[in-house]
Nanobody, 115 residues
Framework: QGQLVESGGGLVQAGGSLRLSCAAS????????MGWYRQAPGKQREMVAR???????NYADSVKGRFTISRDNAKNTVYLQMNSLKPEDTAVYYC?????????WGQGTQVTVSS
């Protein structure tokens, strides 16, 4: 059984930066892919960025060049560095991880970008 706890959301002006963190805990044998998704009001949840255990990454086109995903396998933690934030990045951001071959989600953290 695993658990994901996110932190780092908040309110920021357009052009600013935020760093999200997500720590996994529980009876962990292995964590494979970890990622960040987001859901804006009235929209479907979408993938933002994902990273494999080996460090391979992929990003949504809308965040390429602005967001960077990274992970610390020793700490079972994934990060999302968000730079040059835009109002359209406003959403609830969810952490996702494949822990012991099962899919887990965090509770979500709000990111609001003001214009």
């Amino acid at each position: 059984q695993g658990q994901l706890v996110e932190s780092g959301g908040g309110l920021v002006q357009a052009g600013g930066s935020l760093r999200l963190s997500c720590a996994a805990s529980g009876s962990i044998i292995v964590i494979n892919t970890m990622g960040w998704y987001r859901q804006a009001p009235g929209k479907q949840r979408e993938m933002v960025a994902r990273i494999t255990r080996g460090g391979s990454t992929n990003y949504a086109d809308s965040v390429k060049g602005r967001f960077t995903i990274s992970r610390d396998n020793a700490k079972n933690t994934v990060y999302l560095q968000m730079n040059s934030l835009k109002p359209e990045d406003t959403a609830v951001y969810y952490c996702n991880a494949l822990i012991n071959w099962s899919d887990y989600w965090g509770q979500g953290t709000q990111v609001t970008v003001s214009s």
